[in-house]
């Protein structure tokens, strides 16, 4: 059975790139949300294998729907994925449970590499 995967971020065109790059993978996509309300949600019915999240969203941040999904569920296994130059969340992101950081524009090869380490 393939892991799955909750793909979380506000862009629509994010959300697509990296669901092709997954599928690809041989990672299965289970869910998609567009910010962190929907992201906690969705894990709590989902249970995936892992979430690729987004930092920046409206109505709830990445860092913000990170910690209610470790609250949740400690073991969950996250990689934040953001823009340059936003190191401080980053690290911020690490300290609160964060296993990962991949930096966008995605590189397919990082993506799989950072998720296979993870999850297998």
């Known amino acids: 059975m393939s ?3 909750l793909i979380v971020d506000d ?3 994010m959300r697509t790139m990296l669901s ?3 599928k690809n993978g041989g990672y299965e996509v289970a869910g998609e949300a ?3 309300k929907e992201a906690v949600a969705q894990y709590k019915t989902l249970k995936p294998d892992l979430v690729t999240m987004d930092i ?3 109505e ?3 860092l913000e729907a990170l910690k209610a999904i470790k609250a949740e569920d400690p073991a969950a ?3 934040m994925c953001s823009a340059m130059g936003q190191q401080a969340m980053v690290i911020s992101a690490i300290k609160n449970g964060a296993k990962d950081f991949i930096v966008k524009p995605f590189d397919a090869d990082h ?3 950072s998720v296979r380490k993870q999850i297998g």
């Open 3 to 5: 892991k799955k995967v």
């Open 11 to 13: 862009a629509t065109f």
């Open 20 to 22: 092709g790059i997954l």
């Open 34 to 36: 567009s910010n962190g």
């Open 56 to 58: 920046t969203m409206p």
């Open 60 to 62: 709830m941040d990445g």
């Open 77 to 79: 296994t996250v990689i």
């Open 111 to 113: 993506v799989i590499e």
